[in-house]
C-alpha cells in the first residue's frame, strides 16, 4: 500500500493543478484511503484495506494519504472528516464514502463502483 503526497498524486492519479475536468491517470481503478494516524476508525479500516490489496491483487491499487501532512491534497477533495475513501474507477468520476466502511461495504464499492469483480 503506497503512501501519496501532493506531487506523487498529481502524477499517478490526477494533476488538479493542471487539469480541470477530471481524468485518471491509473491503469487500474483504485481506493484512496484519507486518514490521519491519531484516528480510531482509520486504524479499523488499515487491516481491511490490506485485506482488499490482497484480495483484489492485480484488479485493484490502494493508496493512502495522510490527511495532516497532505492538508492541501485534503482540501481539493472536501475531506473534513476520516476516514475518507475515494473510489477511482478506471472510466467516469470517482466516489467518495465517509465513514469506516466494512469489509462487505468495500466488496460492494469495489464491485458497484470499480467494476471489478
Not at 31 to 44: E, H, L, N, Q
Not at 93 to 116: C, H, N, W, Y
Request: hydrophobic share 40%; glycine share 6%.
Amino acid at each position: 500500500m503506497e503512501h501519496l503526497t501532493n506531487e506523487s498524486f498529481k502524477q499517478k492519479i490526477f494533476d488538479y493543478a493542471a487539469k480541470k475536468e477530471w481524468a485518471y491517470q491509473g491503469d487500474i481503478p483504485c481506493i484512496i484511503d484519507f486518514y490521519a494516524d491519531w484516528c480510531g476508525p482509520c486504524k479499523t479500516v488499515a487491516p481491511i484495506l490490506e485485506d482488499m490489496l490482497t484480495q483484489y491483487a492485480g484488479k485493484i491499487n490502494v493508496y493512502k494519504i495522510d490527511t495532516d501532512k497532505e492538508q492541501v491534497l485534503a482540501s481539493q477533495f472536501g475531506v473534513s472528516s476520516i476516514p475518507s475513501i475515494l473510489f477511482v474507477p478506471q472510466e467516469g468520476k470517482p466516489q467518495m464514502a465517509v465513514g469506516a466502511l466494512s469489509k462487505e461495504g468495500f466488496v460492494d464499492a469495489i464491485t458497484r463502483i470499480l467494476k471489478v469483480t
